[in-house]
């Protein structure tokens, strides 16, 4: 399956019965939430991912998560590349009360008549492994961009970052 589009749907027990890989791209557009946060959908999540049921018959995955995707800068605005890499373990369940007696370093999926839709597996993951302010590097950076993007005319004519910014910088290091 290396380099293959991932199915939307699968049956994560199929897999762990078989102990079975999967690896593959998600394309970004495929996760509605995060592409509304991006400051674009284009490209993809690479995934991969070994299934195994475990020696209490809990249906398990482990692997990990890559992509790049583009965040805006809070400087000047633009898209800015930042790239991801998560650890993945998964517990498969049939509902929230099985969900609890996962160990727990598992984070529960919920199946839905035996199905898992793929993006929302793993997509509140990825949201909260995004940088909470993100910026060019400095010499990347171009704050006057703002200007010209922007259609109002009332905007300060002013090159200095905002004290805002400032303070959020200082806050991310
Ligand atoms: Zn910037």
């Known amino acids: 399956m290396l380099n293959d589009t991932l199915p939307k749907y699968f ?3 199929k897999y762990a019965f078989n102990r079975q890989a999967f690896e593959g791209y998600v394309p970004l ?3 509605e939430e995060l592409s509304a946060i991006l400051a674009s959908d284009e490209g993809n999540v690479f995934i991969h991912l070994d299934f195994r ?4 018959r809990r249906y398990i995955a482990t692997g990990s998560l890559t992509a790049q995707v583009q965040v805006v800068c809070q400087r000047c605005m633009e898209a800015v590349a930042h790239d991801l890499a998560l650890d993945l373990s998964l517990g498969f369940v049939y509902d929230e009360d099985h969900a609890k007696n996962l160990p727990g370093d598992y984070d529960p999926v919920v199946m ?5 839709i793929l993006a929302d597996m793993v997509e509140q993951e990825i949201i909260l ?3 909470i302010v ?3 590097e400095e010499s990347g950076c171009n704050p006057t961009a703002v200007k010209y993007a922007s259609s109002t005319d009332d905007a300060p004519d002013d ?3 905002n004290p805002f910014s400032i303070l959020a910088q200082l806050k991310a290091k």
């Open 11 to 13: 049956d994560p027990r």
């Open 29 to 31: 557009n495929r996760f």
């Open 53 to 56: 049921v475990d020696e209490d």
């Open 112 to 116: 839905t008549d035996g199905e898992v």
């Open 129 to 131: 492994a995004l940088p």
């Open 134 to 136: 993100a910026y060019h």
């Open 159 to 161: 090159e200095k970052p």
